[in-house]
Antibody, heavy 121, light 107 residues
Framework: QVQLVQSGAEVKKPGASLKVSCKAS????????IHWVRQAPGQGLEWMGL????????NYAQQLQGRVTMTRDASTNTVNMELSSLTSEDTAVYYC??????????????WGQGTLVTVSP | EIVTTQSPATLSVSPGERATLSCRAS??????LAWYQQKPGQAPRLLIY???TRATGIPARFSGSGSGTEFTLTISSLQSEDFAVYYC?????????FGGGTKVEIK
């Protein structure tokens, strides 16, 4: 079945960088976008950006430009999301999620299980 | 950026009753709107896309309607497993944006 499995929970110091991975299985990796969405404790969902695993296409949310980098490894069907210069505001559960490539079709299904990231001194 | 506003923030409903959730976009998103259900400690689950198309495996008691700026998610007869938080998401414009959520709780 289609599955996205994320790396485990992380605790980071302010100013550090974070890397979360998302391994896809059960479908052709290069036929779909992978998006990242985060959710601060008790809050709603925030779209962070997307990457196309089959080529050099990325689209990052403006508020994260310069701090977020998404990379892909087609040999392992894995997408990575790196976030630098962490602050307490980056404490959240980070999700990866899949969408089709067609324009105006970017709903998310399925989602990874989530990775809790805590930023604390 | 398109702002999507959900109402009410909390909806108290008895099991077996109908629940109606609203999502309003700050400008037209055509029918490019999805709905998700999220239970505590779990990832969101896709319910509806294209404003009204149920995702695979979603029970018929969930239905979506609307276009342009006004959308509705209806749960025709609430089951115990439906008590959760529901989010709408527009994918017509970049950046993709979510509503703030509606919590459906047991009355």
């Amino acid at each position: 079945q289609v599955q996205l499995v994320q790396s485990g929970a992380e605790v980071k110091k302010p100013g550090a960088s974070l890397k979360v991975s998302c391994k896809a299985s059960g479908y052709t990796f290069t036929n779909y976008y992978i998006h990242w969405v985060r959710q601060a404790p008790g809050q709603g969902l925030e779209w962070m950006g997307l990457i196309y695993p089959g080529g050099d296409v990325r689209n990052y949310a403006q508020q994260l430009q310069g701090r977020v980098t998404m990379t892909r490894d087609a040999s392992t069907n894995t997408v990575n999301m790196e976030l630098s210069s962490l602050t307490s505001e980056d404490t959240a559960v980070y999700y990866c999620a899949r969408s089709v490539l067609t324009a105006h079709s970017h709903w998310f299904d399925p989602w990874g299980q989530g990775t809790l990231v805590t930023v604390s001194p | 950026e398109i702002v999507t506003t959900q109402s009410p923030a909390t909806l108290s409903v008895s099991p077996g009753e109908r629940a109606t959730l609203s999502c309003r976009a700050s400008q037209s998103v055509s029918s490019n709107l999805a709905w998700y259900q999220q239970k505590p400690g779990q990832a969101p689950r896709l319910l509806i896309y294209g404003a009204s198309t149920r995702a695979t495996g979603i029970p018929a008691r969930f239905s979506g309607s609307g276009s342009g700026t006004e959308f509705t998610l209806t749960i025709s007869s609430l089951q115990s497993e439906d008590f959760a938080v529901y989010y709408c998401q527009q994918y017509d414009h970049w950046p993709l944006t979510f509503g703030g959520g509606t919590k459906v709780e047991i009355k």
